[in-house]
């Protein structure tokens, strides 16, 4: 049961600390989210400025940048994706453990970009794996991707710990593995993993056309 913001405060001043098991397990997760560290193009010149000493990610608990995913819990997908390389962005976020998070960075990342008509450039990685928050943007401020950040810690925060809105790590019929998918004679395949995608995929003509 939640306890009242006002008696909370009143309990605080008598030297009374009051929490509950799931406000304790989001405010652990919530201050200790561990980014992997790897780039994909210019947003990620943005994504290093954010750890620099002008706007010190390190603030947010954030500073560690994992270089394995089997030690990070926070994908930034941070440029361009590319069909060469969505593959092995899947795979990564395969490796990571659960709970992991995805913060899709500026326009490339998010829809494709100013290439997004390009024959190799995939139109959003939220095609295949699930993205919990997207920034808009060429490139994104490192204000943004800290107001990114924020907007993570705060869905954490409000995550119950049971129920139907539990999150994924404590539902054990949610999907852990993600198909990886493979380069084909004119898109990737399969062009959309629909558990994450379910808009229609484009019309094969259509996708003929865009190479
Ligand atoms: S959104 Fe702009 S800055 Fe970011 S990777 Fe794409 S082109 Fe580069």
Do not use: H
């Given at each position: 049961m939640a306890v009242e913001p006002?008696?909370?405060i009143e309990l605080g001043k008598q030297g009374v600390?009051?929490?509950?098991?799931?406000e304790l397990y989001n405010w652990g997760r919530r201050n200790s989210v561990w980014p992997m560290q790897f780039g994909l193009a210019c947003c990620a010149i943005e994504m290093i400025a954010t750890t620099?000493?002008?706007?010190?990610?390190a603030r947010f608990g954030a500073e560690v940048f994992r270089p394995s995913p089997r030690q990070a819990d926070l994908m930034i997908i941070s440029g361009t994706v590319t069909k060469k390389m969505a593959p092995q962005v899947v795979r990564l976020y395969n490796q990571m453990a659960e709970p992991r998070?995805?913060?899709?960075m500026g326009a490339c990342a998010i829809s494709g970009g100013p290439f997004?008509?390009?024959y190799n450039v995939l139109k959003g990685i939220d095609r295949y794996i699930p993205v919990d928050v997207h920034i808009p943007g060429c490139p994104p401020r490192p204000e943004a991707l800290i107001h990114a950040f924020m907007t993570l810690q705060k869905r954490i925060e409000e995550q119950p710990l049971t129920g139907e809105n539990r999150p994924r790590h404590l539902d054990a019929d949610a999907q852990g593995l993600f198909p990886v998918p493979e380069p084909g004679a004119h898109d990737l395949v399969p062009p959309v993993n629909r558990l994450v995608w379910p808009l229609p995929a484009?019309?094969?003509?259509?996708t003929e056309k865009q190479g």
């Open positions: 006002d008696l909370k600390f009051v929490t509950t098991l799931n620099m000493a002008r706007y010190d990610l998070y995805v913060i899709a997004k008509q390009g484009p019309k094969p003509d259509a």
